[in-house]
């Protein structure tokens, strides 16, 4: 992967997704269904947890799910970069109950689902959203 670009910002949320763990006392998660972004500009996906809760206390990962593959691979996790091979345009950011995927200069090779994964502790659950993004 190559990270050109041009830095710009471009977020369209429509369709907000929500999960919820079991407990009407856990967070819920919520993620736009889908994002389109121009060549070379920079997408960024959101993830929102439920009023009151901080996605910094909690393990949270960014994945990217390319169509015809059978499993997500991991771009970030918190706000450190994923594993190695994951080029440099991903960038992950959390600010209080919020998540950012940032993607500097998407190509139409970004064009994919991409996950927000939440792991809690107590009870031992994960909670994970999905947004499309289109890049044209």
């Not at 998660?29 to 500009?41: C, E, G, K, Y």
């Not at 960038?91 to 090779?109: D, H």
């Not at 959203?129 to 289109?134: M, P, S």
Request: hydrophobic share 35%.
């Amino acid at each position: 992967w190559e990270c050109p670009g041009v830095p710009a910002q471009l977020s369209c949320p429509i369709s907000p997704v929500s999960v919820s763990a079991g407990s009407l006392f856990q967070p819920v998660l919520t993620q736009p269904a889908s994002l389109s972004a121009s060549p070379v500009t920079s997408a960024r996906l959101s993830c929102t947890l439920s009023s009151g809760y901080n996605v910094g206390d909690f393990s949270l990962s960014w994945f990217q799910q390319k169509p015809g593959s059978q499993a997500p691979h991991r771009l970030t996790h918190s706000t450190s970069s994923g594993p190695s091979g994951v080029p440099g345009c991903f960038s992950g950011s959390i600010s209080g109950n919020k998540a950012v995927l940032t993607i500097m200069g998407a190509q139409s090779e970004d064009e994919a689902n991409y996950h927000c994964g939440l792991l809690l502790a107590h009870p031992l659950e994960s909670l994970t959203v999905e947004a499309r993004l289109v890049v044209s």
